[in-house]
């Protein structure tokens, strides 16, 4: 039986030396490790001092560490990550979920009551996060999660089993292309917004992520002028669209909305200041 500093201080110093992480960043990574090997918080592991690892359980975290060494995110390695206070499954046929995209949520039930009956739409799904999380939280409305990856509907479909939701439908379409003939209540989307020659393509974890989720055309914009200057078309009068942008995209981004006649165009913070979603009402 090794001590808990013995372990943790041997996956850290790996990272460290290996990844170039700092000893933040190191320990953050070593507890997600342990918790995911060991099944228990990190609090209980902390407090226990020391640690029996079952020989599968040594053998799981050298492989973890070996793949990450590789610089593959830990939530591919995983195959899950946490989103909004639940845990997803994910590959790397879909987007890493991220705390930004939180923002989307916190929008959503800040300006509507849990017990209202919605048409939702989240459009270029991925795994699923945003229009799940939003199926969750509202039982009385229909969410459709739609996406023109095949691959990602499975991710997202393996959600909705998992939250054994009945709200929640998945859709193979080209953003509005193939959508049922419903008006929607609220259309949201964190579509890709990144432009194909922006230097933050080259992070190493990145090349991981699926790549037409990420960039888009036109220095980031092209996904962003389709879902916003098509939505009048799917929204009902009063109707709502939010859409997850870059923190220096907002000027134009704004722009877009008021080019497609949006009324009560929002702006919204996320939580290091920075604008991150836009809001405008039909």
Same mark, same amino acid.
């Given at each position: 039986?090794?001590?808990?500093?013995?372990?943790?201080?041997e996956?850290?110093?790996s990272?460290?030396?290996?990844?170039?992480?700092?000893?933040?960043?190191?320990?953050?990574?070593?507890?997600?490790?342990?918790e995911?090997v060991?099944?228990?918080p +990190?609090?209980q592991? +902390?407090?226990?001092?020391?640690?029996d690892?079952?020989?599968?359980?040594?053998?799981?975290?050298?492989?973890?560490?070996?793949q990450r060494l590789?610089k593959?995110?830990l939530?591919?390695?995983f195959?899950?990550? !946490?989103?909004?206070?639940?845990?997803?499954?994910?590959?790397?046929?879909?987007?890493?979920?991220?705390?930004?995209?939180?923002?989307?949520?916190?929008?959503?039930?800040?300006?509507?009551?849990?017990?209202?009956k919605?048409?939702?739409?989240?459009?270029?799904?991925?795994?699923?996060?945003?229009?799940?999380?939003?199926?969750?939280?509202y039982? &009385?409305?229909?969410?459709?999660?739609?996406?023109?990856?095949?691959?990602?509907?499975?991710?997202?479909?393996?959600?909705?089993?998992?939250?054994?939701?009945?709200?929640?439908?998945?859709?193979?379409?080209?953003w509005?292309?193939?959508?049922?003939?419903?008006?929607? !209540?609220?259309?949201?989307?964190?579509p890709?917004?990144?432009?194909?020659?922006d230097?933050?393509l080259?992070v190493?974890?990145l090349?991981?992520?699926?790549?037409?989720?990420?960039?888009?055309?036109?220095?980031?914009?092209?996904?962003?002028?389709?879902i916003?200057n098509?939505?009048?078309?799917?929204?009902?009068?009063?109707?709502?669209?939010m859409?997850?942008h870059?923190? &220096?995209?907002s000027?134009?981004v704004?722009?877009?909305?008021?080019k497609?006649?949006?009324?009560?165009?929002?702006?919204?913070?996320?939580?290091?200041?920075?604008i991150?979603?836009?809001?405008?009402l039909?």
């Open positions: 039986m090794r001590t808990f500093n013995l372990i943790q201080k996956i850290t110093s990272l460290i030396t290996n990844l170039g992480l700092s000893s933040r960043e190191s320990l953050i990574e070593t507890k997600f490790i342990l995911y060991l099944k228990k +990190y609090a592991i +902390y407090l226990d001092k020391s640690i690892l079952l020989k599968n359980q040594e053998i799981n975290i050298k492989n973890i560490i070996s590789q593959k995110p939530a591919y390695i195959k899950e990550w !946490d989103f909004y206070g639940e845990t997803f499954c994910i590959n790397e046929h879909v987007l890493i979920p991220r705390q930004d995209t939180e923002l989307l949520i916190d929008l959503v039930l800040n300006k509507y009551k849990r017990e209202i919605m048409n939702i739409c989240d459009l270029g799904t991925g795994s699923g996060i945003i229009g799940i999380t939003l199926a969750k939280h039982n &009385n409305s229909q969410v459709i999660l739609c996406d023109i990856s095949k691959e990602a509907l499975l991710i997202t479909q393996n959600n909705i089993n998992k939250f054994k939701l009945t709200n929640a439908k998945t859709v193979f379409s080209d509005y292309h193939k959508l049922p003939k419903i008006q929607f !209540d609220l259309i949201v989307s964190n890709p917004y990144i432009d194909i020659d230097p933050f080259k190493d974890e090349q991981y992520e699926p790549k037409a989720a990420l960039f888009s055309e036109n220095k980031g914009y092209a996904d962003i002028e389709m916003v098509n939505a009048p078309n799917y929204l009902k009068e009063g109707g709502q669209l859409v997850e870059g923190y &220096n995209q000027s134009q704004k722009s877009i909305f008021a497609a006649k949006f009324l009560s165009i929002k702006q919204h913070l996320d939580i290091n200041s920075k991150r979603v836009t809001s405008g039909i």
